[in-house]
């Protein structure tokens, strides 16, 4: 990866990190309309042996993944903070 692309997502990375402890309180989060239909959208699909949220964040769209799952849900984030 280039240094501009290496030095732009470590800048991503630090703001998601300073953002991490108010997260859920800001115009930022995930919208309960977005994962209800995410919800809705993913039932008649499943359910999922195991799920992967890529970009989870704080975690708002686990609780939505694991109803889908039977077994497990694993949540990756860039950030180590919004973990």
């Given at each position: 990866m280039g240094g501009l692309a290496v030095q732009a997502l470590s800048s991503v990375e630090r703001g998601y990190d300073l953002l991490a402890p108010?997260?859920?309180?800001?115009?930022?989060?995930?919208?309960?309309?977005?994962?209800?239909?995410?919800?809705?959208?993913?039932?008649?699909?499943?359910?999922?042996?195991?799920?992967?949220?890529?970009?989870?964040g704080t975690g708002a769209g686990l609780d939505v993944t694991a109803a889908l799952c039977r077994r497990s849900v694993t949540g990756v984030d860039v950030s180590a903070g919004m973990l």
């Open positions: 108010d997260f859920d309180h800001t115009p930022f989060r995930t919208p309960d309309g977005f994962l209800r239909a995410t919800r809705d959208g993913l039932a008649p699909l499943g359910p999922f042996e195991d799920g992967l949220d890529l970009c989870c």
